[in-house]
């Protein structure tokens, strides 16, 4: 007869284990004898071993005492269902090591590819550290709420890359992000480049968006964003009314108004591009 602790040796478990499985009422529990201990028959000894086996098969101690006592039909039926299970846990498991993977990567974690291919090509360009941290925050609420247009609107951003003056209004925008100063003749260089481009941009019909961007919440929520990140935005939607166009990220046009008349989503000449600096 074994004590408690030579029958965990024995079936290779802890006595803590074999404790548990009294607890739970997986492995029945000996009277005490005389001498007031617990002794384990060969019994005891085979149920353990069996019960050790298949918990280190991954079946959930709750389901073993069913699988001990089945027949070979409701044994087989028992052994699927286990097997479905683990199944959808190695595959979260493997989402999990994914997404853990992607902590390493920076923006990828919360953008698609299209956006980060964006925010690496604006870091080769030298914008600033807290411009970049803006213009991420900006795009992971546009892309929660249009991840299917992210790469049509990244296209266009690109593209508008390749006009110096968009270059030039990040260029200062991390200048102005750089210093916490009320420097007023920044925020107007800032405030005359976006109208400058906007100018533009509205006299080639660009900016009407459509019915596809017309989801007010995304925009607010980017508004509110660099409301939140600079007090100097303020300054700057004055300097921008002052210019012929008012709000911040769907610009109209002061003496039009209308809902169609907003930037493109979104960028220098929106919240994203500088809401972490008094450019956005």
Not at 166 to 186: H, I, P
Not at 246 to 274: C, E, F, I, N, Y
Request: aromatic share 6%; glycine share 8%.
């Amino acid at each position: 007869m074994l004590t408690i602790g030579q029958l965990a040796a024995y079936a290779g478990v802890t006595v803590r284990a074999v404790r548990h499985y009294h607890q739970i009422g997986l492995l029945p529990e000996p009277e005490r004898d005389a001498s007031g201990y617990r002794r384990y028959g060969a019994s005891a000894v085979v149920a353990l071993i069996k019960i050790r086996t298949v918990a280190d098969a991954g079946v959930p101690l709750s389901q073993i005492g069913l699988m001990l006592r089945a027949d070979d039909d409701t044994l087989a039926d028992a052994v699927e269902k286990i097997d479905n299970d683990l199944c959808e846990e190695i595959e979260r498991l493997e989402l999990s090591r994914k997404r853990i993977a992607q902590l390493a990567a920076g923006d990828a974690l919360v953008l698609p590819p299209e956006v980060t291919c964006y925010l690496d090509r604006l870091r080769e360009l030298g914008v600033s550290p807290r411009i970049l941290e803006g213009e991420r925050d900006g795009w992971i609420l546009i892309a929660a709420r249009w991840p299917e247009r992210m790469s049509a609107a990244i296209a266009a951003k690109f593209a508008e890359l390749e006009n110096p003056q968009f270059v030039r209004l990040y260029q200062v925008l991390s200048e102005v992000g750089d210093s916490d100063a009320d420097d007023e003749s920044r925020l107007e260089e800032v405030a005359d480049l976006m109208a400058g481009l906007l100018d533009r941009a509205y006299a080639a019909g660009e900016l009407d968006l459509g019915e596809a961007w017309q989801d007010e919440l995304p925009f607010d929520l980017v508004d509110n964003l660099a409301a939140g990140a600079d007090p100097r935005v303020r300054r700057l939607v004055e300097l921008m009314r002052e210019r012929g166009w008012d709000g911040w990220t769907r610009l109209k046009r002061v003496d039009q108004g209308a809902p169609g008349a907003a930037t493109r989503p979104p960028g220098p000449r929106s919240a994203p591009a500088g809401h972490r600096s008094a450019g956005g």
